[in-house]
């Protein structure tokens, strides 16, 4: 036997174990922001987006994260419901699920958008993916029947689904121009960061109940 050779592949296996185990051990966690165009980042650069903002702060509180932005602008719940299944190809191990504000603005019928949003979170809970769901409120001017239909979707499904909720994606920041773009609709890069600073924490919490349950 060439104890020569056995003993250079035993060192090379060591060498390949000391480089490789240390990589997998510190593999971001994926987190998957899915929504529409208030999380995809209408009209501002890559770098001042929910994602990419969510992701920098993430960081900056010692977590280690690699966020994908699942925005589309003008989507819908039916829309994100339809590209739900290749959205999860990356296999992300968090979602923050934002989807309702174009439902709105187009007067479509509540009861879909439950449905659509239901739909959604029942394939995330099945598939074991926590999930922070964020509401939406109702444009005031479809009157009040629109609203007592559409504004209790999120809190309801947060309940069934027992899910972390975040009940306004725009809380705070909706109706200041200061921090939103000319359209009076999609924040700019400070609202952003006001929509940022309330949610990040909340992502802390699922990232640490994770590895309380023992996924890392």
């Known amino acids: 036997?060439?104890?020569?050779?056995?003993?250079?592949?035993?060192?090379?296996?060591?060498?390949?174990?000391?480089t490789v185990s240390p990589a997998r051990a510190e593999n971001p966690i994926r987190i998957l922001a899915l929504g529409d165009s208030l999380t995809s980042g209408y009209g501002l650069a890559d770098r001042e987006s929910f994602p990419s903002q969510l992701e920098q702060a993430l960081i900056a509180a010692g977590e280690k994260v690699a966020l994908?932005?699942?925005?589309v602008a003008g989507d819908?719940?039916?829309?994100?419901?339809?590209?739900l299944d290749w959205s999860l190809a990356d296999k992300p191990a968090i979602v923050i699920l934002?989807?309702?504000?174009?439902?709105?603005?187009?007067?479509?019928?509540?009861a879909a958008t439950r449905r659509n949003l239901a739909a959604m979170l029942t394939r995330l809970t099945q598939d074991g993916i926590p999930t922070l769901l964020v509401g939406m409120k109702a444009p005031r001017n479809l009157g009040a029947d629109y609203v007592a239909a559409f504004d209790p979707i999120y809190e309801d499904l947060a309940k069934q689904f027992q899910l972390p909720l975040d009940p306004f994606?725009?809380?705070?920041?909706?109706?200041?121009?200061?921090?939103?773009?000319?359209?009076?609709?999609?924040?700019?890069?400070?609202?952003?960061?006001?929509?940022?600073?309330?949610?990040?924490?909340?992502?802390?919490?699922?990232i640490k109940a994770r590895k309380d349950n023992g996924s890392g």
């Open 1 to 18: 036997m060439n104890w020569r050779r056995l003993s250079g592949v035993a060192l090379l296996f060591l060498v390949v174990s000391l």
């Open 68 to 71: 994908i932005n699942g925005g």
């Open 98 to 110: 934002e989807f309702g504000a174009n439902d709105g603005l187009r007067g479509l019928d509540p």
């Open 169 to 206: 994606f725009l809380d705070g920041v909706a109706g200041d121009p200061a921090l939103n773009q000319s359209d009076g609709i999609h924040p700019n890069a400070a609202g952003v960061a006001v929509i940022v600073k309330r949610i990040a924490p909340e992502i802390i919490a699922l």
């Open 76 to 83: 819908t719940s039916a829309g994100g419901l339809a590209r």
